[in-house]
């Protein structure tokens, strides 16, 4: 498998504070890798760092064989990497096709775009449904899906996401885990961070563990499931 994306030494401060301290790691094509830390580790840091967020001090990011580092967001959604943000981040005041249709902004051929819209009707039948309601008025959940859908509209290769359950009630959580495994059986490579640990290493390759702007063990995600140092701090139910 050929990497796809690859962090080396990444070192990124908020001031004074040193919030990734020299991290590395990487993930290969067709994979699902997961981040897990507890708050406050610099998981999220990571991931605005990787797609163009946040400016790194030092070190490199490398995506599809290009340096990334220095390229703002916008241009890597163009690159084929998308960006599904920490709280949804959803545009309340317009409709939920609306929104849909912003994350296509990178792209111009019309018919690809509405292929494209059918596949994320496919994946959440729920926002074809409410296509015309106004996204402030969907619930949690249907937010989420919305923010997923709207990063699919990119017609990415690559997607990274940003605690997709947190805040949701158990059957959504569920149903945002399947999601995520049928958007990576579509081909889509994901980097995942994830509160709920025992969920995100059930559908993942690999896995890293961030304490403190450090990536701490590292490993096959069976493995890292299984690790009593893991399981004592992030799976106890």
Do not use: C, W
Not at 64 to 91: Q, S, Y
Not at 169 to 181: D, Q, R, T
Not at 192 to 206: C, G, M, S, T
């Amino acid at each position: 498998m050929s990497t796809l994306l690859d962090v080396q030494d990444l070192n990124v401060y908020y001031g004074v504070i040193h919030a990734l301290k020299g991290i590395s790691f990487h993930v290969d094509q067709g994979e699902i890798v997961t981040l897990i830390g507890a708050n406050g580790a610099g998981k999220t840091t990571t991931l605005q760092t990787i797609t163009g967020l946040i400016p790194s001090r030092s070190g490199k990011i490398t995506y599809n064989g290009k340096d990334i580092t220095h390229i703002p967001g916008h241009e890597l959604v163009g690159m084929g990497l998308a960006h599904v943000p920490e709280g949804r981040r959803v545009f309340a005041t317009l409709t939920v096709l609306q929104n849909l249709m912003l994350g296509a902004y990178t792209r111009k051929d019309k018919a690809e775009i509405e292929e494209t819209l059918n596949t994320v009707y496919h994946h959440f039948p729920r926002l074809e449904e409410r296509k015309n309601q106004v996204a402030g008025t969907l619930s949690g959940g249907e937010q989420q899906m919305l923010a997923m859908g709207r990063a699919l509209m990119s017609h990415p290769q690559m997607i990274v996401m940003d605690e997709p359950s947190m805040g949701l009630s158990p059957i959504y959580v569920n149903e945002i885990f399947n999601i995520i495994e049928k958007i990576h059986e579509s081909g889509v490579t994901v980097l995942l961070v994830e509160q709920n640990a025992n969920k995100a290493l059930a559908i993942a390759d690999r896995a890293y563990v961030l304490e403190t702007g450090k990536i701490t063990i590292e490993g096959t995600a069976h493995d890292l499931a299984n690790d009593p140092k893991v399981k004592a701090a992030y799976l106890s139910e």
